[in-house]
C-alpha cells in the first residue's frame, strides 16, 4: 500500500470527528513506520482543524506506528492503551498525549448497536409467535364467552319458571278461599 492510499484513509476517518469538541491548541505527528511509510500531522490552531502530508517541527508529541495500528486505532478495533502495552504506538512524550487518537476512534458503542440491530430481528421472531398466540387467543375467549351467554340467558328463563309457580299459588289460594265460603253459605 502507498503513502499516499494510508495518508488519504487515515485523513478522511480523522475529519469524520466532529473537531467543534475539541479545545485548546496542539499539533500531533504521526510517524507511519512499514508498508505505506511516511509522515503527517494534525493539528488544532486558532479554531481550525487540519490534517496535512507533512513533517511537523515542533509537535506537542509524535507518535509512531504502523499504518494497520494507526487504522485499528481510528477504527476502534483497538485501544490506544492495548496498542501501547503492545509496543504497537509508541509516544515520545508521557503517553497520555496518545489518548487525543481515541477522540477519532469509532467508539465501541457502534459495535453495541450492531449487535442491537440483530436482537430486535430476533424480537421480531419472538413477537411473532406471541401473535399467532394472540390471535387463538381471542378465538378461544368468544368460545367461552358463548357458553357464560348460554347460562345467563338460561337463568333468567329458570328463575321466571320459579316466580310463576309462586304467582299461581298465591291467586289459586284466594280462589280457594272465596269457594270455600261459598259453600258454607250454600249449606245453611
Known amino acids: 500500500m502507498t503513502y499516499e492510499k494510508v495518508f488519504a484513509d487515515l485523513k478522511k476517518t480523522m475529519l469524520k470527528a466532529d473537531t467543534n469538541k475539541l479545545e485548546g491548541e496542539f499539533a500531533f505527528q504521526c510517524v507511519i513506520e512499514g508498508d505505506g511509510e511516511g509522515t503527517f500531522y494534525f493539528a488544532l490552531k486558532n479554531g481550525e482543524f487540519t490534517v496535512e502530508p507533512y513533517d511537523y517541527v515542533g509537535a506537542t508529541a509524535t507518535f509512531k506506528a504502523t499504518a494497520e495500528t494507526y487504522k485499528n486505532i481510528l477504527t476502534g478495533k483497538t485501544t490506544v492503551d492495548d496498542a501501547i502495552a503492545a509496543g504497537a504506538l509508541e509516544?515520545?512524550?508521557?503517553?497520555?498525549?496518545?489518548?487525543?487518537?481515541?477522540?477519532?476512534?469509532?467508539?465501541?458503542?457502534?459495535?453495541?448497536?450492531?449487535?442491537?440491530?440483530?436482537?430486535?430481528?430476533?424480537?421480531?421472531?419472538?413477537?411473532?409467535?406471541?401473535?399467532?398466540?394472540?390471535a387463538v387467543a381471542p378465538k378461544a375467549e368468544k368460545k367461552a364467552a358463548a357458553p357464560k351467554a348460554e347460562k345467563k340467558?338460561?337463568?333468567?328463563?329458570?328463575?321466571?319458571?320459579?316466580?310463576?309457580?309462586?304467582?299461581?299459588?298465591?291467586?289459586?289460594?284466594?280462589?280457594?278461599?272465596?269457594?270455600?265460603?261459598?259453600?258454607?253459605?250454600?249449606?245453611?
Open 91 to 134: 509516544v515520545d512524550k508521557p503517553v497520555s498525549y496518545a489518548d487525543i487518537l481515541t477522540f477519532f476512534a469509532k467508539k465501541p458503542a457502534r459495535k453495541t448497536v450492531a449487535k442491537k440491530a440483530a436482537a430486535p430481528k430476533a424480537e421480531k421472531k419472538a413477537a411473532a409467535p406471541k401473535t399467532e398466540k394472540k
Open 153 to 188: 340467558a338460561a337463568a333468567p328463563k329458570a328463575e321466571k319458571k320459579v316466580e310463576a309457580p309462586k304467582a299461581e299459588a298465591k291467586a289459586a289460594a284466594p280462589k280457594a278461599e272465596k269457594k270455600a265460603p261459598a259453600k258454607k253459605t250454600a249449606k245453611k
